[in-house]
């Protein structure tokens, strides 16, 4: 009964939203068109404008053309004198008179002669030109001849063409025939001229002049006209107060502007720097708006259109304007959209307010109505916070009269429980780590899911393209499957969901025992759940078959165990993953080191050797319980940490020259240049012989020269032994030593072929450093020669502020292959440049490692494999850390590296020493504070030493060692 009385939500909201909805949407429609309506009136009333000014032009222009042609007809001022020509002022008076906006009618003649008369407005014109009687009305302006010379007067007259005054002035600098209007006349003398606008200098107005050729006579009659009118029309536009408004010329001249309410734009003529005059135009003003209308295009005489401009809406006109016999006019004018509909908006705003009141008191009677409503919604709104911040403690129990809330309220009581047993499950599934209690929790996960009796998971196996039965729950127990494999090609069930998607049927029980037989016994029918597990790239990872006893399957608990699967099989394919990059990477790893290893067969081993020797170290002070190292522990992570910066602590090896790392002796590059040596002193040998015999047959003493001969080759020999013996290098190079060795160099050889042919470009290019010698020439027996040094590179420096930190000597040049630079070595084998070469190693170990992108609980791996050359007092390299800046991993490493070379049985410089050597060696480091003096402690006492020497060390090398003496 209860539920019969529940309507649908939307019957109580439809009604009240309906009425606002639709009245609101009726005002706005309306000022919509109410605005378009008053767009289109300004437009006509832009149009009304425009032909009023069209009208204004034709009043103006047409009486004047119709008049110049009367006066063209025949000649208005007759006569060859000055006097002659007044007495038919009254002609020409009559003709300006006839015409409201003509100012001056004048005659132009052939030789130079000039006729005008104006009408005189003193409060218009210029006293500096006219200085004439105030009861003046009309001025003549006459230039003539008077004894073939041109004589310039100004004579006024009053209303009744009086003569009131008469003055000569001096000549102007005027001449009528260069004038537009009389080269256009004399041009064209069948047709009426007119001028484009232009500024009248004598009383400030904008006006054209129309001219003829005088028919029958060489002269040319003219009238001047302004243009008030239109001017007047344009500022009485009566637009709104920021409309623009212009009248253009030519080459958009000004003839008139206006801004709105502003003082209308007066042009003033402009000079140039030709000194040429003209009207302003309107690009050269700050007038965007116009300009804007200006530039638009149009191909109709008459257009508008609504433009934006700076974000602000303007309403425009233009229109081209024809003028009898003259060059068109273009008309422009812009409104804000805010001003004309400036009316409506505020009508719309007082609307909207009354609509707005009307809205509020329909809301209130709307809540107060809804409340009852909606009470029970607000109660959802609770519980749906409460599981977007995961509280999934409370039961969802409302109540509603509406159909959809009490509908919404049980099925938000089931997402909640559905929800948090999905989270907890994934939560479960993505913290599992280890792989095989993933596939135990995924199995048994689903399996609670569906209320199966019996599971079986299944992992694919791409190579062999098959299913593999890993884990099987029966009895509410995880165990071991034996072992299933089917082929992916097989009609199995679990395979057939494998190309598609989960399926449910029911199975006979001999069907069980055909497909399920290997795993358990069944004495009835069953129902299988098969569902595919499926990555995130839809690749197939596994299946797993859920058996129920049961018939009917819930269709809900189904869902849930797909969507569960997919989760699943998504964990399962991340430790896949994870596996198989580590995998991947320690390969890679134990790749690289190797073939640092291979690549110097005096070093083999040694990048294998320091990751057990440091973990067996790292692994010891873990174990310790007291002293400085009692809570020193390492975690998974910082373990995989240090087992990858201790394979990779030498990756730097990559980038040194093998024959540095490989070099035995002084001389040695890529071959040993003893050789070389030995060859010079073969030819100075040579010599010797050469000269004994030339002395035996010049005829000198054969038994001295014996003796001198002899005496010079055993000096030859034992110098060359002792050259021999500074290469070798296992001897201190003393100073003595060292001046013996300069004075060997001093003796001279022969050399009679070019050393720059048959040499590679590099080799020829530092030869070539100074100029070749004349040949023959006479060089040293050892010598440091130019060509023995290899500049170093900017990409070879190391700059102070480098982001490593490196804190390292650079040596200035990158190579010196001297001959005596190089024998000189005091002690071992390299010299300067060839130690830091070695030493640099480190310095390319950090960067190479820097750029590799580690996960974070891997940061710190280029700091752990680059700090194990580094001393506890900071002399190390290549940061120069101190102790304090040191970890517990880089000083474990650091001792582990100093172990393995100094028990390396496998290199060129030098015989692996015994422990008792090396450790009493390391003991000195710890005195003199370059390794950890704890660490060196716990490497003792814990036989860490004594275990890799057993492992690792020829029987020869493992003494006995009195290990208190240096705890």
């Known amino acids: 009964m209860q539920a019969s009385k529940k309507l649908p939500f939307q019957v109580y909201i439809s009604f009240c939203l309906a009425g606002l909805v639709v009245a609101l949407l009726i005002v706005i429609t309306q000022f919509n068109q109410m605005g378009q309506i008053i767009l289109h009136e300004a437009n006509r009333d832009y149009e009304r404008t425009g032909r009023q000014v069209a009208k204004d032009i034709q009043a103006i222009y047409t009486p004047a053309k119709n008049q110049i042609e009367i006066l063209a007809e025949t000649m208005p001022v007759p006569g060859n004198t000055l006097d002659e020509r007044l007495e038919h002022l009254a002609y020409l008076a009559k003709s300006i008179s006839s015409i409201p906006s003509a100012t001056s009618s004048f005659v132009g003649y052939a030789d130079g002669e000039f006729f005008l008369l104006r009408k005189y407005d003193k409060s218009s014109s210029k006293k500096s030109l006219f200085d004439v009687p105030d009861d003046t009305a009309w001025i003549v302006q ?338 071991n499957a034996t072992q299933q494999i089917i082929p992916i090609t097989h009609q199995h069930p679990v395979v057939q969901v494998c190309h598609s998607e989960s399926s449910v049927i029911r199975l006979s029980v001999d069907e069980l025992k055909e497909y399920f037989g290997v795993i358990a016994k069944y004495q009835h029918d069953c129902t299988l759940i098969a569902i595919p597990l499926r990555d995130r790239n839809n690749q197939l990872v596994g299946a797993i078959a859920l058996l129920i006893n049961a018939s009917n399957i819930d269709i809900g608990r189904h869902s849930m165990a797909v969507a569960v699967s997919g989760t699943a099989a998504i964990a399962i394919e991340n430790q896949r993953l994870i596996q198989e990059q580590k995998a991947l990477l320690e390969a890679f790893i134990q790749l690289l080191a190797g073939a640092i290893d291979a690549k110097s067969p005096y070093t083999g081993g040694h990048c294998q050797r320091v990751p057990i020797l440091t973990k067996n170290l790292a692994r010891a002070t873990c174990d310790e319980t007291s002293g400085t190292f009692a809570d020193f522990r390492l975690s998974d992570n910082e373990w995989e940490e240090l087992h990858i910066a201790a394979w990779l602590h030498d990756c730097g090896k990559v980038t040194t020259p093998e024959y540095i790392v490989d070099k035995a002796t002084k001389l040695e590059t890529l071959y040993d240049r003893i050789h070389e040596v030995r060859m010079r002193f073969e030819v100075i040998k040579r010599d010797v012989q050469i000269d004994y015999w030339k002395a035996i047959a010049e005829g000198g003493d054969p038994e001295k020269l014996r003796q001198q001969r002899d005496q010079a080759m055993a000096t030859i020999d034992d110098d060359f032994e002792f050259v021999a013996e500074c290469n070798v290098g296992g001897e201190f190079m003393s100073e003595k030593k060292i001046q013996r060795l300069d004075q060997i160099a001093e003796r001279k050889w022969q050399r009679s072929l070019s050393d720059r042919i048959g040499i590679s470009s590099l080799e020829k290019e530092r030869k070539d450093r100074i100029p070749e010698p004349l040949l023959p020439v006479m060089e040293k027996l050892l ?61 390319q170990t950090i960067k190479m490692l820097s750029q590799l992108p580690f996960p974070r609980h891997l940061s710190r791996v280029p700091e752990i494999a680059g700090g194990h050359h580094e001393k506890i007092d900071g002399t190390g390299y290549p940061k120069g850390l101190h102790g304090k800046d040191m970890k517990a991993p880089e000083k474990i490493m650091a001792i582990a590296d100093i172990f393995e070379a100094l028990t390396a049985s496998d290199r060129p410089y030098k015989k692996g020493k015994t422990l008792s050597e090396t450790l009493k060696i390391m003991s000195f480091m710890k005195r003199d504070k370059h390794i950890d003096p704890d660490l060196f402690s716990v490497f003792l006492r814990s036989g860490v030493y004594l275990d890799y020497a057993h492992e690792y060390l020829r029987p020869e090398q493992i003494d006995e060692v009195d290990i208190h003496a240096y705890l």
């Open 783 to 843: 010598d440091n020669k130019p060509e023995h040094i290899f500049i170093r590179e900017e990409q070879d420096k190391i700059p102070d502020d480098n982001p490593w930190g490196f804190n390292i000597k650079v040596p200035e040049h990158l190579y010196n292959r001297g001959e005596l630079y190089n024998l000189r070595v005091e002690r071992g084998t390299l010299s300067e440049e060839e130690r830091y070469k070695i030493n640099e190693h480190m310095v």
């Open 142 to 479: 006459s230039t003539s001849l008077k004894r073939k010379k041109l004589v310039e007067h100004i004579i006024s007259f009053n209303t009744k063409l009086e003569e009131t005054s008469r003055q000569k002035i001096p000549r102007r600098n005027f001449e009528p025939r260069e004038t537009l209007w009389y080269k256009a006349a004399m041009a064209r003398p069948d047709k009426v001229n007119v001028t484009k606008p232009y500024y009248f200098y004598t009383n400030h107005q904008i006006g054209v002049t129309y001219s003829q050729k005088i028919d029958d006579v060489n002269a040319v009659v003219g009238i001047d006209i302004e243009l008030p009118t239109i001017l007047q029309t344009i500022e009485n536009s009566g637009l709104t107060p920021s409309s623009r408004i212009a009248l253009l010329g030519d080459n958009a001249q000004i003839l008139a502007m206006v801004h709105g309410n502003q003082v209308p734009f007066r042009p003033e003529i402009i000079t140039d720097k030709d000194g040429t005059h003209r009207m302003p135009n309107l690009l050269e003003q700050d007038a965007p708006i116009l300009n804007t209308v200006f530039k638009l295009e149009s191909t109709k005489d008459v257009s508008s259109q609504s433009i934006d401009i700076d974000g602000e809406a303007w309403a425009t006109f233009k229109q081209h304007i024809e003028t009898p016999g003259g060059s068109p006019l273009t008309l422009l004018i812009a409104s804000p959209h805010k001003e004309l509909l400036e009316e409506i908006i505020a009508m719309k705003k007082q609307s909207m307010l009354i609509f707005g009141v009307l809205f509020a008191l329909a809301c209130l009677i709307i809540v107060s109505f809804s409340k009852r409503v909606t009470a029970p919604i607000v109660k959802l709104a609770e519980e749906a916070n409460k599981i977007a911040h995961f509280d999934f403690q409370s039961t969802v129990k409302i109540d509603s009269a509406v159909k959809e809330i009490s509908e919404l309220a049980g099925s938000m009581q089931g997402m909640k429980a559905t929800i948090q047993s999905f989270l907890g499950i994934a939560r479960d599934l993505a913290g599992e780590t280890n792989f095989d209690k993933l596939l135990a929790s995924v199995l048994r996960e689903l399996s609670e899911i569906t209320i199966a009796d019996t599971a079986v998971l299944y992992l694919y196996e791409p190579k062999t393209s098959t299913l593999e039965s890993v884990q099987v729950y029966m009895d509410h127990e995880i165990t």
